[in-house]
């Protein structure tokens, strides 16, 4: 069934609202705590001035880049000068996008990212630039390159064609490459572990296991590979427990990595799609219409 734009956009909307709330993960904002220069309600902003333009694309008023630098202008129209959901809005406008057209929503997405075009890929180092994201350093076509965007232009470079470039150190290029493969993975386990614990712990779990699985980009990015991993080992070294033991543990890491400024931003940029996905097709929180 296919879902109304306004539909789509309290997904997305709910989506980031859903992961930003849940506690504890670690190293991430969340409402248990802030951080020193990011609040918590510095993330609501972002999450609701969004709203517009996750209906835009439901709507497929606009192309891809365009919306993802208009989402993060608008919270910047609200005085937020902090980057707070750049990665996950780049996973959530294809994903509404795709949501809109209804049909299967994995194939639409495929198709989204395939029709992206060199203006896209423009628009996204402007977002980018508003946004003052963190990424990891490389030489080629870096979004810190300020003439990146000609050269982009010139040698006909598409947003997907852009994120390829990058999947092998960006968790969310990664999925922009792969179809969001590893969201609609996270999706399926985030269903099971709602069904399971509930709301909240349900994503907390997933969360848990899938900064487990999967060094955090954003957290390579400030402290190299290395500490990245080593975040993973520490995530992994809670599992395996009775939950309300993880839970407990997760505390405990999460005011450990706070202390140590280790942010799995990319781990929660990811279960933020995964909750899209699960809401859209009526997994979690189900429609009673």
Known sequence: ???????????????????????????????????????????L????????????????????????????SAWKSWGLVQNTHFGTVALLVPLALAAGRGGDLRVEVARVLEETTVEDAVEFYAAFAIAGARVADVEDLSLKDPNAADRVRSEGKTLQGLMRLSQGHDLVAKEWSTGFERSFVLARLLVRRVADLGLNDGVVMTYIEALADVPDSLVASKFGSKKA??????????????????????????????????NPGSTADLIGAAL??????GTILRSEE
Do not use: C
């Open 229 to 262: 991993e080593e975040a993973s080992r520490r995530a992994g070294s809670i599992l395996g427990f009775e939950v309300r033991d993880t839970l407990r543990l997760a505390e405990e890491l999460d005011r450990e990595f706070v202390e140590e400024d280790i």
């Open 1 to 43: 069934m296919k879902m109304s734009p306004d539909r789509v956009a309290q997904a997305a909307q709910l989506a980031m609202l859903i992961e930003l709330s849940s506690s504890p993960k670690p190293g991430n904002v969340d409402r248990g705590h802030d951080f020193e220069e990011i609040k918590f309600h510095h993330f």
């Open 45 to 72: 902003i972002s999450a609701v001035s969004a709203y517009p333009i996750f209906r835009d694309a439901a709507l497929g008023s606009e192309s891809t880049g365009t919306l993802i630098r208009r989402a993060v």
């Open 276 to 281: 899209f996905i699960a809401l859209v097709e």
